[in-house]
């Protein structure tokens, strides 16, 4: 069995195989600001009564916090009103992004089956859990029922051999992967990645590999929990060693330098030395991608005693409370500040162009976000370029995309 399908045997009770049909209980689920106003309205249309389960249940205001409008501040209200009348934890404004949350809060474990209305919630698999993206309705009728019907996917088998060299990252791994896969290439399928590149990975640089199967079409992904560290006893859910895959992808990292997506999709990858050179006005750091505490030491690590780039904005929004926290206390946030750098409240911040930081007509912006679709930091007369943290900080510090090895 693959990770996915050996998963839901479990949950179900009985072996299960790529391409079923099947409904099966669910440990958790999720929905934000984006999503959770339509699935509040959903579940009344359903009924209404009572959530299966208030505590598996999370709702975050993370996207466009804080509310830039009236209308968004309303249905903010919604949630607040919503969360008091099921007993539903709410994550406020300001206490950081949906998938740094439901780790750092162990709303999700290793083995479990969650459910999250945000196309990103394939993070979970960098811990070993089979979670999985869903519509406002179907996340609707999960809080109502504690159950999903779903087909059961194929699994694609991603090994790479590394290490990866010095000042190479898991975002330079994983944009390589996403131009190598496409942006619909893994489409209803899982993805498993393994390999010695990946078996010394921080849990955060975890959340990046598995952050970006939305990126490749999948439906859920996993980074093999071979050298896993938390701060809990676990169960690691590994493959069987003759389980049945659709394709398997081999790669040697070894000698992978630091990648770009060029605009105007992610699947738009290539080596950055090409594109050296080019001026930037704006650079941001952030998102559930690349926002974590290891994220802000490494740009710190470059900025340090310097300043940021005449005419270039410097963003960085930390993925959570907790990182902002860590981050104050060892002194990074005073060598970004220091170095020019503009320090957002934890949260989605710019990345999905609702407020805090939406780029002028022509702006070049290199950005650690996930996505770099035409208008997607909302204005489609931008032109967005995606990278590493350590790239982004290096040509925030030039003015210009910058190879970062000169300051690894």
């Known amino acids: 069995m693959t990770i996915s399908e ?9 072996p ?9 209980e669910v440990d958790g689920v999720m929905a934000t600001d984006t999503t959770a106003p339509y699935a509040i309205q959903a579940f009344k249309e359903m009924g209404g009564g009572q959530v299966w389960d208030a505590s ?42 949906c998938h740094q949350l439901m780790i750092e809060h162990q709303y999700v ?13 394939p993070t979970y698999g960098a811990i070993g859990a089979m979670a999985c993206g869903v519509g406002s309705t179907d996340l609707a009728a999960v809080m109502k029922t504690g159950k999903i019907w779903l087909k059961v996917p194929e699994t694609i088998r991603i090994v790479c051999h590394g290490p990866l060299q010095p000042g190479v990252t898991a975002k330079d791994l994983i944009l390589f992967l996403v131009g190598q896969i496409s942006i619909s290439g893994a489409t209803y399928q899982a993805v498993e990645f393994e390999g010695s590149a990946f078996e010394n990975m921080t849990v955060a640089s975890r959340m990046t590999i598995a952050n970006m199967v939305a990126e490749m079409g999948g439906k859920t992904g996993y980074v093999n929990p071979k050298g896993l560290q938390l701060d809990y006893d676990f169960e690691a859910v590994f493959p069987e060693t003759d389980a ?17 997506s060029i605009p105007e999709s992610p699947d738009q990858v290539e080596n950055l030395g090409p594109h050296e050179g080019q001026a930037i006005q704006y650079a941001f750091i952030g998102t559930c991608c690349n926002g974590r505490l290891e994220d802000l030491h490494a740009a710190a690590h470059i900025l340090e005693g310097k300043t940021v780039a005449k005419g270039v904005r410097f963003l960085i929004a930390p993925a959570s409370r907790s990182v902002l926290l860590d981050a104050i206390t060892d002194g990074t946030l005073q060598t970004l500040v220091a170095a020019g750098a503009t320090i957002l409240n934890p949260g989605c911040g710019p990345c999905v162009g609702t407020h805090q930081g939406v780029p002028g007509n022509d702006e070049v912006v290199i950005s650690a976000a996930n996505r770099n679709f035409r208008g997607r930091m909302g204005n489609p007369h931008s032109n967005i370029y995606l990278a590493a943290p350590t790239t982004v900080a290096a040509s925030a510090l030039e003015g210009r995309i910058t190879h970062p090895k000169k300051y690894a």
Do not use: W
Request: with cysteine.
């Open 16 to 24: 299960v195989k790529a391409g079923e049909l099947i409904i099966t």
């Open 6 to 14: 050996k998963i839901l045997s479990k949950k179900v009770g009985r």
């Open 56 to 97: 598996r249940c999370a709702l975050i205001i993370d996207h466009a916090a804080p509310a830039p409008n009236e209308r968004i501040a309303n249905l903010h209200t919604m949630m607040r009103t919503f969360a008091a009348e099921q007993n539903i934890h709410l994550f406020e404004i300001g206490e950081g992004i």
């Open 244 to 260: 049945q895959y659709v394709q398997t992808l081999e790669f040697d990292v070894r000698d992978l330098e630091p990648q770009l």
């Open 109 to 121: 474990r290793p083995g479990d089956i969650f459910m999250g209305a945000d196309s990103h919630t």
